[in-house]
Each structure stands twice: as structure tokens, then as C-alpha cells.
């Protein structure tokens, strides 16, 4: 079974620009995460897609957005780059609402570099 | 706002000892509390997955333990091997069905001696 998937790998950007990053959920999950991981913060949660559908963010300003598709792959759009956007975005799909308690499973992420 | 820690940052030990991560979270109203590993540059791969009305979770050498009241997870990893090498990150779930994503902790670095 293919596991979450990510596009780019690696993206470099110059501030000002924008950025979009894909992701494909497992077969059969609805639900689409996504999650920055910038260098000494951690992991925090950004957005939360589920049935086509945003139904959560994080603390995280407008220009980061995105969509989920009819066959539930994603896109994150982040516009007017900044260099504190540089980091590790990572993808993660579970079973979505109809399936509590299920864990999350994540691609291996797309490194964003903004010079 | 939930804050999750993990202790150590960082452990170093030789091959074949065992050992516990530790991860508190300050609200115990949890849902679920996930352990990941990851590898350099690589993504999370979920290790074990804790309901709240669960005390443990067992998978091959590694074991997750839940407090609730307490605030406290541990996980005991037994018979280390090097290629058990990698950050372990604790997440908890405060609402069902994904609501609020996970809140994580910062990590524990682990590296395994040969």
C-alpha cells in the first residue's frame, strides 16, 4: 500500500514569492493534514482538511491556504514568502472524521528554503 | 493551551541497554497520545497510538505507558539496537476525529552506541 506522498522534495523560493506543495493521502483517507516544521519550534499544526473541505488551522496567518481535492489530495499554498517560512512541511492523512481514534500517517515532507 | 515536554532532548547509550523516553502534556483532558520516530530529514512514522481510556500499548520491543490524571507518558524501548537511532516525538489529540491536529513535543535525539 502507498503511503502518504509529497512533491516537491525540496523547493527554493526568494521572499515575496509564492509556494505550492502537494500531497496524496493513503487510499481510503479523507482526512488531510498539514504541519510546519521549522528549525528550534517544532512541529505545529497548520490546517485540517477533511471531505473536500477546511475544517481547522493553527495559529498560522492568511496567507497560508490550500485545498483538498474530490480524490483527496491536497495543496498548500503559502504566498508572500517570508524567510521565517523556511522549513520542513509535512503532509499526514488519517481516516478523517469517521474514524476515531485513528494515528496519522506522513510523507516524508517538502523542505521550503526562501533566500 | 496544551504544551507538551519531552525529557531528555537528548540520550546517548550503548547497544542492548534498555531505556524510557519520557513526554508530559499540561491538560490531561486528552484524547489520544501518538509516539513517533523520525529519521534525518525524513517524515514521522507512528510508533503507537494510546486512547485515553488506555493505560499501555505494546509493539514488538517497544512499550507506551499513559497517565492521564498525571499528565505523563513514557516509552520504554527494550534491547537497543543502532538502528533504533532517530528523534522519538510524543503528539497528543485534545478532541476526536482530528479537530485540533496534534500538538507535539520537541523530541527526544536518540543515539544507540554499537
Known amino acids: 500500500e502507498a503511503g502518504v506522498t509529497q512533491s516537491p522534495t525540496h523547493l527554493i523560493k526568494t521572499r515575496g514569492q509564492q509556494a505550492t506543495l502537494r500531497c496524496s493521502p493513503i487510499?481510503?483517507?479523507?482526512?488531510v493534514y498539514w504541519y510546519q516544521q521549522a528549525l528550534g519550534l517544532g512541529l505545529q499544526f497548520l490546517l485540517w482538511?477533511?471531505?473536500?473541505?477546511?475544517?481547522n488551522r493553527g495559529n498560522f496567518p492568511p496567507r497560508f491556504s490550500g485545498r483538498q481535492f474530490p480524490n483527496y489530495s491536497s495543496e498548500l499554498n503559502v504566498n508572500a514568502l517570508e524567510l521565517e517560512d523556511s522549513a520542513l512541511y509535512l503532509c499526514?492523512?488519517?481516516?478523517?472524521?469517521?474514524?476515531?481514534?485513528?494515528?496519522?500517517?506522513f510523507g516524508d515532507g517538502t523542505r521550503l528554503s526562501i533566500l | 493551551k496544551q504544551e507538551v515536554t519531552q525529557i531528555p532532548a537528548a540520550l546517548s547509550v550503548p547497544e542492548g541497554e534498555n531505556l524510557v523516553l519520557n513526554c508530559s502534556f499540561t491538560d490531561s483532558a486528552i484524547y489520544n497520545l501518538q509516539w513517533f520516530r523520525q529519521d534525518p530529514g525524513k517524515g514521522l512514522t507512528s510508533l503507537l497510538l494510546i486512547q485515553s481510556s488506555q493505560r499501555e500499548q505494546t509493539s514488538g520491543r517497544l512499550n507506551a505507558s499513559l497517565d492521564k490524571s498525571s499528565g505523563r507518558s513514557t516509552l520504554y524501548i527494550a534491547a537497543s539496537q543502532p538502528g533504533d537511532s532517530a528523534t522519538y516525538l510524543c503528539a497528543v489529540e485534545l478532541s476526536g476525529g482530528g479537530a485540533d491536529g496534534l500538538t507535539f513535543g520537541k523530541g527526544t535525539h536518540l543515539i544507540i552506541q554499537p
Open positions: 487510499s481510503g483517507h479523507t482526512s
Open positions: 482538511y477533511d471531505e473536500g473541505e477546511e475544517r
Open positions: 499526514a492523512s488519517s481516516l478523517g472524521t469517521g474514524g476515531w481514534n485513528q494515528p496519522q500517517h
